[in-house]
């Protein structure tokens, strides 16, 4: 595997076609791993980013302190069979003046996370539009764990029309069901143990489901199970349209059950299809 740390030596060593693209933050996990195992399937080459992008994190959220080990990441992606990896800087990425943003508008990127990190998915279109275009993939591969993200960047993909394909892949999850994530590694053992109550608030809105309940019903039984922890303080629960994100009043196909708040030492986020 190659490592490159700018945008001239990456352009040096990129192929003309047939790349395959995991766009990451890095401090990698099994998630992002079964990204590459799909992405090395399915491309004769695969790049990997890993840049923690300043600009889709707010005030006072964790950019400084946000988990970092380019060494160890180095050593899982050379034996996931990586070919190239591309870790620029943020001067590298952002050179001095850069003022360009890229916006997605409406419902998706102001409902939700959109709601409680205002400018969260500008920060993320605006960095993946431009390592779509240094990168220049056929397909670029997104865990369906930030569901939201995955629609906007197909919805950024689709109306500006990058020539690439936007492969969503399923969540990885620990054996008692909690969501692979890098902010994981903040959780004490304490809250560990309690932070498989979003995965089980998803749940039991699918059993809900599954039992012929409708929807309020099956909100209401989430919104049971995420009352039974109370140091979870939940942003939204929502039972939501698969590709629009607006809640819904009657079950549809596909359609997402969504949650996220906070523990005290961090706020995670999940989501499941809880209606065939
Ligand atoms: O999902 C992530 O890790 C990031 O939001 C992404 C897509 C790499 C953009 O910074």
Redesign the pocket.
Known sequence: MKVVRTVADLRALLPREGVGFV???GYLHRGHLSLVERARRENPFVVV?I?V?PL?FGPGEDYHRYPRDLERDQALLGEAGVDLLFAPSVEEMYPRGFASRVLVEGPLTTLWEGEVRPGHFQG?AT??ARLFLLVRPERAY??EK?YQ?LLV?RKMVRDLGFPLEVVGVPTVREEDGLALSSRNVYLSPETRRKATVLYQALLAMKEAARMGKGVGEALAEGERVLAQVPEFRPDYLAIVHPETLLPLSRWVPGARGIVAGRFPEVRLIDNLEVYP
């Open positions: 766009p990451t933050m980013s840049f992008n889709q993320v960095v993946v997104f865990g930030d993200q960047i």
